[in-house]
């Protein structure tokens, strides 16, 4: 149980366009989803918290215009990079947590997308 | 701000080793600390996940302890097998579950 998949798994886009990623929990309803971004042997850096039906919380830093979070259902989060360039180019990985179990603290994260902009 | 330093931040031993990953973290009101496993351009394998009540937690080869007084934990790995070369994060988890990750440490097993 508790598995969460990402979609698409690796994507290439010229400068100037739109990607939108999605992050499903398969198994459970997840009442929060965070996203989280990697650079090249980096550590992984918090990018927003989404909790089902609100608005995201960005962390500092972030630029909520350009990095669009919809929770819109209990299984479903996307994230769309808005006009993308280079510097966009990164790992993005997705957890879920599901806060009305027992062990809701718990976060289950997806095998993420690899992002790249020409 | 809670912040999350792994030492060493890369590790190559010979298999059969028994090695200890460290973990330590400046702000001691955590809700649990979590060690994960990460295979190059692929996502987070969680491996265990110890609750800030807990002491330490066991699966198979992997030992985690946890300090909270002290901030640190330690990631213990039992004959090192090539298999187990990734790199390895530990996140701690404070109040709002927010995840704050340390650098992580990458280990290299040879045969």
């Known amino acids: 149980g508790a598995v969460v998949s990402q979609h698409p798994s690796w994507v290439i886009c010229k400068s100037g366009t739109s990607v939108k990623i999605e992050c499903r929990s398969l198994?459970?309803?997840?009442?929060?989803m965070f996203w989280y971004r990697q650079f090249p042997k980096k550590s992984l850096m918090l990018m927003a918290t989404s909790n089902e039906g609100s608005k995201a919380t960005y962390e500092q830093g972030v630029e909520k215009d350009k990095f669009l979070i919809n929770h819109a259902s209990l299984t479903l989060s996307t994230l769309t990079v808005t006009s993308a360039h280079p510097e966009d180019s990164s790992f993005y990985i997705c957890?879920?947590?599901?806060?009305?179990?027992?062990?809701?603290?718990?976060?289950?994260f997806g095998p993420g997308t690899r992002l790249t902009v020409l | 701000k809670q912040e999350v330093t792994q030492i060493p931040a890369a590790l190559s031993v010979p298999e059969g080793e028994n090695l200890v990953l460290n973990c330590s973290f400046t702000d001691s009101a955590i809700y649990n600390l979590q060690w994960f496993r990460q295979d190059p351009g692929k996502g987070l394998t969680s491996l265990l996940l110890i609750q800030s009540s807990q002491r330490e937690q066991t699966s198979g080869r992997l030992n985690a302890s946890l300090d909270k007084s002290s901030g640190r934990s330690t990631l213990y790995i039992a004959a090192s097998q090539p298999g187990d070369s990734a790199t390895y994060l530990c996140?701690?988890?404070?109040?709002?579950?927010?995840?704050?990750f340390g650098g992580g440490t990458r280990l290299m097993v040879k045969p």
């Open positions: 996140a701690v988890n404070n109040a709002g579950n927010m995840l704050t």
């Open positions: 957890s879920a947590r599901d806060g009305r179990r027992s062990q809701g603290d718990e976060q289950f």
């Open positions: 198994d459970f309803q997840a009442t929060t």
